[in-house]
């Protein structure tokens, strides 16, 4: 046993050596005298993405503007209504997008009636260029490396149907992601 445990010392001794480099100077020379040792130091830089969201109604919640009187429907028995989103701004080592999708293709309600999230239109402009929430996620925006983007801004226009929008209440998860394509 002692044989195999000198050997075990002596060959960790060895290794070590082998991984070590060594510089010396064995001169009569007067000074300045010098001796370099390289070493190659190496790193990774990992990708750093930031989405930091604000402005939602309490917490992470967001309410909806609905129709609050009859008389809301006096064009017909859908209309639309509009509401003021979230805002989000990005932080990024490299190339980002956000994007936003439904969690769910309806609405989750104790009313029995299955509310399309696609009554949900999502912009960045406001009142135009509004498009249908879906469980497809789409870009909302996307940029490079920024130290802070500009705040983005939501906005939202929900659906509503006289005769099929049961009352109650209604919710909806909305997943807003951000990739690093």
Known sequence: MRKMFAVAVLTAAIARTSAAQSCSIASTSAPPLSCTVTS??????PSLLSLTMAGFTSGTSMTLNAPTDISDFTS???ITVPTNGPTFTVKSNRAYKVQIS???NTFTTGTGYAKPAADIGWSTTSG????ALSTTAADIVSGGATAGSSSVGLFYQTTYRLLQDVPGGYSLDVKFTLVAP
């Open 102 to 104: 439904a969690a769910a």
């Open 76 to 78: 017909g028995n859908t």
């Open 128 to 131: 135009s260029g509004y498009v």
């Open 40 to 45: 190659t130091h190496s790193l990774t830089m």
